[in-house]
């Protein structure tokens, strides 16, 4: 049920939708003779807000920054969890082909740590994340994708039925049932360590955060207007999505803190 929930609050949330909701609703008004035009002026700040103001950038910069990545000469992990998120299933399956996503560096960054610290298992934690017409698992693209790479199906691990943040690290944490005193790196996109890193916590583990996938540069470069205003709408979106998971997993007791730090 939260699964689903989350879906439907988020597409009829999504800061997107909301302007164009705005807008078409102040449309209507006019149409039916009514005062319309604050609903369109409404709808219309917010998409230039998002596309012509470094906003994003200023949702995402304290996620991002939370976590720092280890050090190059850190202590060799005992295994490697690599959250899904970073391919399109259905597109590969149509395709024949792995097709990766904006946040694909969760997918290489693995790779390489794998071949960095070849006895250390590599565990790909990821199901179908649609809620209409899902695909196959995201496990069943990562795992062609890696063996592409060359990496050994002994080392590789699969976890294919969760659908979200809580259901990774829940079924995660069944699949490799974490000993005591052993050394796990998670690997996401640095915008969703401080959620990820509060979940696994709740559930009784303790990961070493390894974040990739930055979207913002952490230099005063954040705050110029941005070039790219449909990079910068995306941003936003992403930004504000991840605040209101960490809002929600926090009231619904997913996590253990709102904003986890290192």
């Known amino acids: ?116 610290f070849p006895k250390a298992k590599l565990v790909f934690s990821g199901g179908s994340g649609a809620l209409l017409a899902p695909g196959a698992p995201e496990s069943d693209v990562a795992r062609k994708f890696w063996r592409e790479l060359g990496i050994p199906d002994s080392q590789m691990m699969f976890e294919d039925r969760s659908r979200n943040t809580f259901e990774n690290a829940l079924f995660t944490r069944d699949l490799i049932h974490p000993g005591a005193g052993e050394r796990w790196l998670l690997v996401t996109s640095a915008w969703h360590m401080p959620r990820a890193m509060g979940v696994f916590r709740a559930l009784g583990m303790n990961p070493v955060a390894y974040p990739v996938d930055f979207r913002t540069f952490g230099t005063d470069e954040d ?14 979106e992403t930004a504000l999505r991840e605040w209101v998971g960490l809002i929600a997993y926090d009231l619904t007791g997913k996590t253990d803190a709102l904003l986890p730090a290192p």
Do not use: C
């Open 1 to 116: 049920m939260f699964f689903i929930a989350s879906k439907i609050f988020w597409y009829l949330a999504s800061p997107l939708h909301l302007s164009l909701f705005a807008v078409a609703f102040g449309l209507f008004r006019l149409i039916r003779g009514r005062r319309g035009a604050g609903f369109i002026g409404a709808g219309l700040a917010l998409l230039a807000a998002m596309t012509l103001l470094p906003l994003g950038a200023a949702l995402l910069r304290p996620l991002e920054d939370r976590f720092p990545r280890p050090p190059a000469d850190m202590l060799a992990p005992d295994g490697i969890i690599v959250l899904g998120g970073a391919v399109d299933e259905r597109i590969s399956l149509a395709r024949g082909q792995v097709q990766l996503n904006e946040a694909a560096e969760r997918m290489t960054a693995g790779v390489a740590l794998a071949r960095a």
């Open 223 to 236: 705050w110029r207007p941005p070039g790219d205003g449909s990079l910068a709408a995306r941003n936003t």
